[in-house]
């Protein structure tokens, strides 16, 4: 059964760096997001892209954060300046046509210390 | 922007079926009802999803009341591995139209 490919599945960073994280989507998903849910909280929506654009941002999705497909498999999140409460595990999903449900990864747990 | 109720928890014996309901009484006409699970931190797991008309796959039925005020997931036959958080969540399937996650119901199956 096709998968949501993520890496890394933990990562551990300094308060202020820059880290990327990255997804595979399964390949001809058309739809693609990123989630986050900090520990013991709700899954929390950040970021759609659909057609090399964002189509839709959180208010968690500040200028801090930013998407990219830069080669039509691979989806990235980045944060710029990642803070300790950016600690969390990010979920990214694709989804196939209208209606479709999503398929989500098996998340990247990030640490910021 | 919560806009279905569920019970915070629920126990299942093994074995059993279990029926987690969902209320979504604002719900409108060209809204779908989803429904996912998590199991631990896992990602969340798309289980089934249905409009009007009641739904059935590998996993699960979904009954959804006639006013679709309401619905029912119904696992057949719970397991241990069944033990999971389980959100109902509804959404117009329209392009990216995205999903919002609630509190869900946590699901306890007892050997």
């Known amino acids: 059964e096709p998968e949501v490919t993520q890496t890394p599945s933990h990562q551990v960073t300094q308060m202020g760096q820059e880290v990327i994280l990255r997804c595979v989507p399964i390949?001809?998903?058309?739809?693609f997001y990123w989630y986050r849910q900090i520990l013991g909280q709700k899954v929390e929506f950040l970021v759609s892209f659909y057609n090399n654009e964002i189509s839709e941002k959180s208010e968690i999705f500040d200028d801090q954060f930013s998407v990219e497909r830069p080669d039509g498999s691979n989806f990235t999140l980045k944060i710029r300046s990642t803070k300790l409460e950016d600690s969390a595990m990010y979920f990214c999903?694709?989804?196939?046509?209208?209606?479709?449900?999503?398929?989500f990864g098996s998340g990247t747990r990030l640490t910021v210390v | 922007d919560a806009k279905t109720t569920q019970p915070p928890s629920m126990d299942c014996a093994e074995g059993r079926a279990a029926n987690l309901p969902c209320n979504h009484s604002t719900i409108s006409g060209n809204e779908y009802v989803y429904w996912y699970r998590q199991i631990h931190s896992q990602g969340p797991q798309y289980i089934i999803h249905?409009?009007?008309n009641n739904e059935t796959n590998e996993m699960a039925s979904l009954i959804i009341t006639e006013d679709r005020k309401s619905s029912t997931l119904i696992l057949p036959h719970a397991t241990l591995r069944d033990t999971a958080v389980y959100y109902c969540i509804v959404r117009v399937a329209t392009g990216a139209n995205n999903l919002f996650f609630g509190t869900g119901t946590r699901l306890t199956v007892i050997p």
């Open positions: 249905g409009l009007k």
């Open positions: 999903a694709s989804s196939g046509r209208v209606n479709y449900g999503y398929t």
């Open positions: 390949s001809n998903h058309l739809y």
